[in-house]
């Protein structure tokens, strides 16, 4: 708890005691207290009802109450400057802020660390995502799974969270073989071969990459082989190629992951018979149609689904459920995944398998983001996959950076749909977010330089600086107050579009600031006292930033 908030909750207490030392009711009938910090600050920084809540009670008019209760409250212990009695009732509280001075001592000592909270009690957490099937490139949809991913797994670490990053892979089924399939088409090709592509076959440039690479590697030796040996062997080298690729880009994204979780391990392991076993041991399966059916609809899902189909092959669901609950077995009280919008029906379904299974369903979490749309030149930018014309994470980029696309993928809330401007993304104006935020960074580290020039040093010791008085430098200092909260909920909702928004206030707040008032003045107290408030602001803006992937330069 931060100083602000440490004084907001003496500021209750003093109410709630107040409330009671007024005999207008008793600790037993007294109703919870209802307060909330006023949009408008005019109104204040904190505000109660409680004297319209307690009308039926004391049989009094609220105002009365309301005066009544400010008459005993101690002013003083609770650092309060001044109270209102408003509207119908409304007691408004504008607290002493100097103690916001103690912020700046925080926020230095902490360093790198300030914002972190111990909220998640180091809850072994899983968060699974990207998790893009090893037949192509990854595409913009998948890059912003991937941010938003990358940035919620910093958010729940920083509060206190242990967080494994893991990335599914789907390395099994039908797509692998149709990968194989594709490759082995496009090198029968680049040899002079005239041959019919699969019809579902993958047709991205990627594959006709790898056909090319396999020609200056194995030359015509592939051709030596059985077709089914030469298609186990392509279908393991394009894993690989793709793998590699894959990987290659999401470091370059700043996006790691801890553990690289292979589907097919799922059979060679016979975790899939065994989670089979265990759901018809505790009666949840039964066979129709010649196929092994689950009764998910006891759990809440719209139908029963199949396990094992009439040929004896597994759907699509019945690897998904053992490797949930493989997920389980290593020890995770908390599942997260980031699924696209078109999986979005199958959350029931994993949860309904859950409960089977003898698992509480809400330790599962899903994240849904929706489709991204990319605009450039005021035109819709197209995008397929299967013809090949699919904008790449690579190619996204090398077009405009990493830290632009890491910053807008994470600022709206995953489950909106986002229009991704290319040209604002690149834009050096304050019309940019990214920039803008970056910009105040920047700014600050070019006064720090200034200062420096002038001879004069940062100081960060309460015992030399002077208190800051301004509402404006008040305004900052009970922003960077919040940072540790917003944090903690952004973890706690799953929300980093919310650290994105604090980053973008606070930065709006300095740029005001700066623009008003002088930094480096001739009162050389003040001027430290300036320069020490923005070492806090330079220091949550880079903490913040680091939390969404995105670098916070010193110079622009």
């Not at 920084?45 to 101690?74: C, F, H």
């Not at 001075?101 to 957490?125: L, M, P």
């Not at 706690?492 to 700066?514: G, K, N």
Request: aromatic fraction near 10%.
């Amino acid at each position: 708890m931060n100083v602000f908030e440490q004084a907001i909750e003496k500021c209750k207490q003093e109410v709630y005691q107040a409330v009671l030392a007024t005999g207008l009711v008793d600790e037993a009938n007294l109703p919870s207290i209802h307060f909330e910090v006023p949009r408008d600050k005019s109104h204040g920084d904190l505000a109660t009802n409680i004297a319209m809540q307690l009308t039926r009670i004391a049989r009094r008019n609220p105002r009365e109450i309301a005066a009544k209760i400010v008459e005993k409250i101690d002013q003083k212990k609770a650092a309060i400057r001044k109270i209102e009695v408003a509207g119908p009732g409304f007691i408004n509280f504008f607290l002493d802020r100097s103690f916001l001075n103690q912020i700046i001592v925080e926020i230095a000592s902490a360093e790198n660390n300030y914002g972190r909270s111990d909220v998640g009690k180091n809850q072994e957490v899983n968060v699974e995502f990207v998790s893009a099937n090893p037949t192509g490139y990854l595409h913009l949809g998948h890059a912003r799974g991937a941010a938003v991913g990358s940035a919620l797994c910093n958010i729940l670490s920083f509060a206190g969270y242990d967080v494994t990053r893991e990335y599914y892979i789907n390395d099994a089924g039908n797509q692998m073989r149709m990968m194989a399939l594709s490759i082995e088409a496009r090198y029968l090709e680049a040899l002079g071969q005239k041959v019919e592509f699969p019809a579902d076959g993958y047709h991205g440039l990627e594959m006709i990459q790898i056909a090319e690479e396999l020609v200056q590697e194995e030359g015509r030796r592939l051709l030596e082989l059985e077709r089914e040996e030469r298609l186990a062997y392509l279908q393991k080298v394009g894993k690989e190629k793709l793998l590699t690729k894959i990987k290659a880009d999401l470091e370059r994204f700043r996006v790691p992951f801890d553990v690289w979780f292979s589907e097919s391990s799922l059979y060679d392991s016979g975790a899939i018979k065994q989670v089979i076993q265990k759901l018809t041991e505790k009666g949840y399966t039964y066979e129709q149609d010649g196929a092994l059916w689950l009764r998910t609809t006891e759990f809440g899902d719209d139908k029963d689904r199949v396990l094992i189909k009439k040929d004896g092959s597994y759907t699509y669901f019945t690897p998904d459920i053992a490797y949930h609950y493989d997920k389980i077995r290593r020890g995770y009280t908390w599942l997260i995944n980031i699924w696209g919008a078109d999986h979005h029906g199958y959350i029931p379904r994993i949860k309904a398998a859950l409960a089977a299974l003898g698992y509480d369903p809400e330790m599962l979490n899903v994240v849904i983001t929706q489709m991204v749309k990319l605009y450039q030149g005021g035109e819709l930018v197209k995008m397929s996959k299967r013809t090949g014309k699919a904008i790449t994470l690579e190619e996204l980029m090398d077009e405009v950076g990493v830290d632009p696309a890491r910053y807008f993928f994470a600022m709206r809330s995953p489950d909106s749909h986002l229009d991704f401007d290319m040209d604002l993304a690149v834009s050096k104006s304050n019309e940019n977010p990214v920039y803008y935020v970056q910009y105040a960074h920047a700014r600050i580290c070019s006064v720090f330089r200034q200062a420096e020039e002038k001879g004069i040093s940062l100081v960060i010791d309460p015992t030399e600086l002077i208190p800051l008085e301004l509402e404006m430098e008040y305004d900052l200092l009970q922003k960077l107050a919040e940072f540790p909260s917003e944090v903690a909920q952004a973890a706690t909702q799953l929300a980093p579009h919310r650290v994105i928004r604090y980053l973008y206030d606070l930065a709006t707040q300095f740029h005001s600031y700066y623009n008003a008032h002088r930094v480096i003045t001739d009162d050389l107290d003040l001027s430290k006292a300036r320069l020490a408030l923005l070492a806090g602001v330079q220091q949550v803006l880079k903490n913040g930033l680091s939390l969404v992937g995105v670098e916070a330069p010193e110079r622009m």
